[in-house]
C-alpha cells in the first residue's frame, strides 16, 4: 500500500523528527509520502476563504484518482484505534491506497471535503496540522499492528 499524506506548510523540529521515527516503523507495512504544500498569503492579513481556497487548489495536485481519500475534519467521525484498523483492513482489502489530508489552520476547503471517502476527527479537542500529522502516523502503525496481530495496542 502506498500512503500519502497532505499537509499544508512546513514540517520542522521535532514533528520532523517524529514523522521520520514513525516513516521508519511504517516502512514494512507501506510505503508512505509526505508532501506538504507552500501556502500562500499571511495568515494576519490575507482573508481565511482566500487561503483555505489556494490551499485546497495546491492539495489538489496530489490527489490520487484512485486512491481512497481520508480527510482528517473536525467534522469527521471519531473512530478508536480498533476501528480505525477495520477502516485500514477494508481500504487493503478494496487494493486501494490511501491520500490523507490535513487541513491548515483554518480549516479545509469544502470541494476537497466533497471529494473525500471519509472524514475523520481525531479528537473533539483542537490540534495543530503539524500534531495532527504524528498522531495519524501513529495510529496508521498502530492499525497495521493490530491487523497483523503484533504485540503493540493494549
Given at each position: 500500500m502506498k500512503i500519502r499524506i497532505i499537509v499544508p506548510g512546513k514540517i520542522t523540529g521535532f514533528i520532523k523528527d517524529g514523522v521520520d521515527h514513525y516513516k521508519k516503523?511504517?516502512?514494512r507495512f507501506a510505503d508512505v509520502e509526505m508532501i506538504t504544500v507552500a501556502r500562500d498569503g499571511d495568515i494576519k492579513k490575507t482573508r481565511k476563504d482566500i487561503i483555505i481556497r489556494k490551499e485546497a487548489e495546491k492539495i489538489e495536485r496530489?490527489?490520487?484518482e484512485k486512491a481512497f481519500l481520508l480527510?482528517?475534519?473536525v467534522r469527521g467521525k471519531e473512530l478508536d484505534s480498533e476501528d480505525f484498523s477495520k477502516?485500514?483492513?477494508g481500504i487493503l482489502e478494496r487494493g486501494k491506497n490511501l491520500d490523507i489530508v490535513i487541513g491548515g489552520p483554518?480549516?479545509?476547503d469544502d470541494s476537497i471535503?466533497?471529494?473525500a471517502d471519509f472524514l475523520l476527527s481525531i479528537s473533539k479537542m483542537t490540534?495543530?496540522?503539524e500534531l495532527c500529522?504524528?498522531?495519524i502516523l501513529e495510529q496508521l502503525f498502530r492499525a497495521f499492528k493490530i491487523l497483523k496481530g503484533e504485540t503493540y495496542h493494549y
Open positions: 516503523l511504517l516502512r496530489y490527489l490520487r480527510l482528517l475534519d477502516l485500514l483492513r483554518f480549516g479545509i471535503r466533497k471529494k490540534f495543530t496540522h500529522v504524528i498522531l
